[in-house]
């Protein structure tokens, strides 16, 4: 982790941008496919206008919702209240997968993301995050940066903003089929 310790990084701080190692897997491929470079994976990540998330439930089922994310530095961002089923898991378990793309059967190019939710806390990130979400969903997204998170509009609660720190991405190519695994390191 570049001398950062792990309570560091909860506190907010931002590993620098690293190109994963890829793996392709031929076994899931079409015969004369080849490794998807993590330049289109990490497009998919900062476009896709709605993502899958699933975290786990204290008693270990998993829980999937849909939910919009911004790509900022470095990685996928999303926001949260902490009375929604997802924040309650975050708090007992910060794993995540979040799966983009077209989901498309023959067309496009499908990521699934595994990593760890840490909360942002700092106000100039959550700054500029707020105006990252406004720059690609409008201004219906517009957040104002409250007290360790974001207000939407007039709303009264606070969602907390959480940052996914990749561990594993997988790559799922169509026309050929793919298979790409990526590893953070």
Request: hydrophobic letters at 35%; glycine letters at 10%.
């Amino acid at each position: 982790m570049g001398g950062q310790s792990r309570r560091q990084l909860r506190k907010g701080a931002v590993l620098p941008t690293r190109t994963p190692l890829a793996d392709f897997d031929s076994r899931y491929s079409d015969p004369g496919a080849s490794a998807t470079d993590w330049e289109p994976a990490r497009e998919i990540l900062a476009t896709t206008e709605l993502s899958w998330l699933t975290t786990v439930r204290p008693d270990g089922r998993p829980h999937t919702t849909p939910l919009i994310t911004v790509w900022h530095d470095g990685a996928v961002h999303f926001c949260t209240g902490p009375e929604e089923r997802k924040h309650k898991n975050l708090d007992a378990n910060p794993y995540v997968v979040l799966a983009a793309g077209p989901n498309a059967y023959a067309d496009g190019l499908d990521v699934v993301l595994e990593g760890e939710a840490v909360p942002v806390r700092d106000r100039g990130k959550l700054a500029d995050l707020a105006e990252a979400w406004v720059a690609k969903y409008g201004e219906e997204w517009r957040f104002d940066v409250a007290a360790d998170g974001f207000r939407h509009g007039s709303g009264e609660g606070v969602a907390d903003v959480f940052r996914i720190e990749p561990r594993t991405a997988f790559a799922f190519g169509k026309d050929p089929y793919s298979q790409t695994a990526f590893r953070f390191g």
